[in-house]
């Protein structure tokens, strides 16, 4: 999985909750430094489940990132 993870070339947002009891942040910050375009935000406090327990923040960040992703597409800048 390693390998593939150095093969993606898009703009990627990895989210993840730092108490995750199912995956280990680690994980997390092994992927954001694997993927060259990658943004890694971290949720203090939410579990394995933030898309449920965090949805306000979760999708507001989603929202930020495709926003900023499609503002560079149209020759913008972060």
């Known amino acids: 999985m390693t390998e593939d993870l150095k093969l993606i070339d898009v703009p990627t947002l990895i989210l993840h909750g730092d108490v995750d009891q199912i995956v280990p942040i680690g994980n ?13 935000k971290v949720y203090p406090g939410a579990p ?3 898309i449920s327990t965090s949805k306000r923040e979760v999708n507001e960040d989603l929202l930020a990132f495709m ?8 020759g913008g800048s972060k």
């Open 28 to 40: 997390a910050y092994r992927s954001a430094k694997l993927i060259s375009n990658a943004t890694l």
């Open 48 to 50: 394995h489940a933030m």
């Open 67 to 74: 926003k900023v992703d499609q503002s560079e597409d149209e």
